[in-house]
């Protein structure tokens, strides 16, 4: 998650981040899934630092970020970050980015490292609206997907979360400018997304790590089928 910047100074992800792991932590334990939390700085200058630093501290099998689209009405599954930079938005310390491209020289384009249509599923499934989205911007939310997918090897992915709808006695207080007929999610739906989105992960990590590990076996390349999702790459080292 990210915590404030300008234009948003109150961030939900940074509160749907800790209740995810005060409210839900021991249940995916269970689960076998050991869920690590952080909240990333708004910071051109620090972001990087950051994701590399929490990156060697945990060694993740699986990086799942979260940031606010305010205008977007639906959670957005990221399917790609773009190889470019705001020079026009300040950060959360205000101060300006410089330069235009993330990584000078970098491929145009990362894909996200997951299986993005499955994931809009499990996330309509788990009761709140959701969207691919080829678009995670021009901010710190692309900058630290493009980043994740450069330093890390394994699924990885940006999970973009509409503002929350305020409820009082059961009733919606927040509708959409112009809509008024379709209610942002509330933060318990998001929440629910965002879980069922972990628990796709999760499932797809072992399945992954089975195929490797069959892949590994003597005479075994012959007899193993690919398995179905979204593109993956197997690297090894000697």
């Known amino acids: 998650g990210f915590g404030s910047f300008p234009g948003a100074p109150v961030n939900p992800t940074e509160a749907i981040v800790h209740a995810l792991e005060r409210k839900y932590g021991r249940l995916l334990l269970l689960a076998g899934i050991e869920l690590r939390t952080a909240i990333l700085p708004v910071s051109y200058d620090d972001v990087e630092s950051a994701i590399t ?90 900058q630290a997907l493009y980043l994740s997918l450069g330093h890390h090897n394994g699924l990885c992915g940006f999970i973009h979360v509409p503002k929350i709808r305020k409820m009082r006695s059961g009733l919606s207080m927040r509708k ?8 942002l999610p509330s933060r318990s739906e998001i929440e629910r997304g965002v879980i069922a989105s972990l628990r796709l992960l999760a499932t797809e ?21 690919m398995p179905r999702g979204a593109p993956w790459a197997i690297s090894t080292q000697s």
């Open 53 to 142: 630093g929490l990156l060697k501290y945990h060694q993740p099998d699986v990086i799942v970020h979260l940031g606010l689209a305010g205008r977007r009405k639906v959670i957005s599954i990221e399917t790609r970050a773009r190889n470019r930079l705001s020079i026009v938005h300040p950060d959360a310390d205000g101060a300006m980015n410089h330069a235009m491209e993330i990584v000078t020289g970098g491929g145009a384009i990362a894909p996200a490292r997951w299986p993005a249509a499955r994931l809009v599923q499990a996330v309509k499934q788990s009761g709140c609206p959701a969207k691919p989205s080829i678009d995670a911007g021009d901010y710190l939310c692309n």
């Open 176 to 183: 959409p400018p112009g809509k008024p007929g379709v209610l």
């Open 205 to 225: 990590h072992r399945r992954r790590k089975q195929f490797i590990a069959q892949l590994m076996l003597p005479g075994s390349l012959g007899r193993i089928t």
